[in-house]
């Protein structure tokens, strides 16, 4: 299969230049533009609005040692024990050093997170694979959203320029001095409300962040919202970088169930409801978890997905989509904790103070992604990438719950820092000699079919059938694509459009995925392989996936 090497768009009709260009708006992108300000002009480019992102719909809070009990070691054990051997132990303490700061650096900004109940200082909570309470909170279960609130008036009043409705197309490429491909800026093309094209332009910068989160709405059935379509891994690949670890895509245990036909973003129903004391229950009545893992209900979310999915295929009670998670013992307690649960339980006629809430494991963040440190810093000269678009070490192959808000205010701020301290060299644009409307895209009713595909053979378990299977399946589809590109009858090319750019930016993730889930032939962290269920030592390595010069995917780092 040829996947598409630049987005299909017309020439730009506009230029403009400034130090840094942040792709994305939500808490790593937004930390690093806050940082860079008021030394440096920055542009925030955002696909839709300032809160369109993930981290609005975070629930559970930010991870960090607070508690005079709790030590830095013992976040460090439970991050490293959650990643399943791939997290990079280095990497993982400077987070955890920080962590503390970064919490009380949106303090200061502004945040406000729920104090103990009854008292003044900051309640802290545990959810699944902390040892400690450790989480803070803010407006019971909204925590993302007074996160992303904190940020958008803290960068706006700090003279941070926002380009809404921008959709970042590809990086631009120069070349430094010393003869190094450098970036020189990005190709943006702007759309109305209803994402159809309005015109094509050019930002130049010295410094290009992406920030722009992951893909699970590759998934048929995922927690993230619309917007997260695997932009930046994708712009990523297409400049010919490399992306590491993408078969690592973590299932959140507790979706709220609506039905088979649900699809697209679905309710998350926070850990911090197990964390609170919350069982998860078969159809059947008899608990999930028991036997499974030593912190039961409130282990890794690896192993609770796989838990619930084993469970689930074993269809007890004549049930095989969802189970159920009891929360009764909070009684009328939950509608304080947890309202935004509350008021979604509420929608489809259940009380979460008597009822059990239907629950089944959804897509829900990507361990992996474009290869950088915690500064910021990827292989590509002036190209930076932080939070869910970046593979730090932090995470290995599996996130520990809420460190991943964390590690946004964390590395953004850092890159932040660093850019307003000192900036890449300009380079001058590379002219570009082929026509980018000549190249194909997806035709936005088949992303339908790529997610359907996804969610049917490469969900929490998989195995060489089901992979080959999609790899198939999706191989057919961009051929498709291509086919009707180089169609004589022009009337069948696909337009660009946000609808479009996304399909296609989804399809070469897709690909890539299950590129290198067919790869790791063994079980580990959220990859799970019902045909290769050990985890194997020869295995402590990281896939590095490459997009070539053909539109190939190839997949680098296998230990055979």
């Not at 806050?34 to 991870?63: E, H, M, N």
């Not at 197990?274 to 893992?293: N, S, W, Y």
């Not at 999609?470 to 961009?478: K, N």
Request: charge should be negative.
């Amino acid at each position: 299969m040829n996947l598409p090497r630049r987005l299909a768009a017309p020439q730009p009709t506009w230029e403009r230049d400034v130090d840094v260009v942040v792709l994305g708006s939500g808490a790593a992108g937004l930390s690093a533009a806050l940082a860079a300000r008021p030394v440096r002009s920055v542009l925030v480019v955002t696909k839709d609005v300032l809160s369109a992102g993930s981290t609005q719909w975070a629930q559970g809070g930010l991870a960090g040692v607070l508690d005079p009990s709790d030590t830095i070691e013992n976040h460090v054990s439970d991050t490293l024990a959650a990643g399943a051997g791939l997290c990079d132990e280095a990497v993982v303490r400077e987070l955890v050093r920080e962590a503390p700061k970064s919490i009380r650096y949106l303090m200061r900004l502004g945040a406000a997170f729920d104090p103990e109940r009854g008292g003044t200082d900051i309640a802290l909570t545990r959810e699944g694979g902390h040892s400690h309470n450790r989480i803070v909170h803010s407006g019971g279960d909204q925590s993302g959203a007074e996160v992303q609130r904190t940020l958008d008036e803290s960068a706006i009043g700090a003279g941070v320029d926002v380009l809404s409705r921008a959709f970042a197309l590809d990086l631009v490429m120069g070349t430094a001095a010393d003869g190094e491909r450098q970036v020189a800026g990005v190709r943006i093309g702007q759309t109305d409300e209803h994402g159809q094209l309005v015109s094509v332009g050019i930002v130049t910068a010295r410094a290009v962040v992406v920030a722009c989160g992951g893909y699970g709405q590759v998934f048929a059935s995922t927690s993230n919202p619309p917007a997260v379509t695997g932009d930046g891994v994708a712009l990523a690949l297409r400049a010919g970088l490399s992306a590491t670890d993408l078969e690592f895509v973590q299932f959140h245990p507790t979706v709220m169930w609506r039905g088979s036909d649900a699809t697209g973003q679905q309710m998350l129903v926070s850990e911090a409801v197990r964390g609170e004391g919350a069982i998860l229950f078969d159809a059947a009545g008899e608990r999930v978890m028991v036997g499974v893992h030593p912190q039961e209900d409130l282990a890794p979310r690896d192993v609770v997905s796989a838990a619930i999915s084993q469970r689930m295929a074993e269809a007890p009670g004549g049930v095989d989509d969802h189970v159920y998670l009891d929360a009764t013992h909070m009684g009328e307690r939950f509608y304080e904790r947890f309202p935004s649960i509350t008021a979604a339980c509420r929608e489809i006629g259940l009380d979460p103070a008597t009822d059990r809430i239907p629950v089944s494991p959804a897509a829900h963040y990507a361990c992996g992604g474009i290869k950088a440190d915690l500064d910021g810093h990827t292989s590509l000269r002036g190209l930076f990438a932080v939070g869910e678009v970046s593979s730090t070490g932090v995470h290995g192959a599996n996130r520990l719950a809420s460190n991943s808000l964390t590690e946004s205010i964390v590395a953004g701020t850092r890159v932040g820092r660093d850019l307003a301290w000192e900036l890449p060299d300009r380079v001058s644009v590379e002219p570009e000699f082929e026509d980018p409307m000549a190249l194909p895209l997806l035709n936005p009713a088949r992303l339908r079919e790529v997610r359907a595909v996804m969610s049917r053979h490469v969900g929490v378990l998989r195995d060489e059938l089901s992979l080959s299977s999609a790899a198939g399946a999706l191989g057919a589809i961009a051929r498709d694509m291509s086919s009707v590109k180089s169609s004589s009858d022009e009337r069948a090319s696909v337009e660009p459009s946000r609808r479009s750019w996304e399909g296609t930016n989804l399809l070469t993730v897709a690909v890539a995925m299950v590129a290198a889930a067919r790869a790791r032939t063994e079980s580990r962290g959220c990859h799970r392989r019902v045909d290769y269920p050990d985890t194997l030592d020869k295995w402590v390595t990281h896939l590095d996936v490459t997009l070539d010069s053909v539109g190939e995917i190839c997949v680098d780092g296998t230990p055979d």
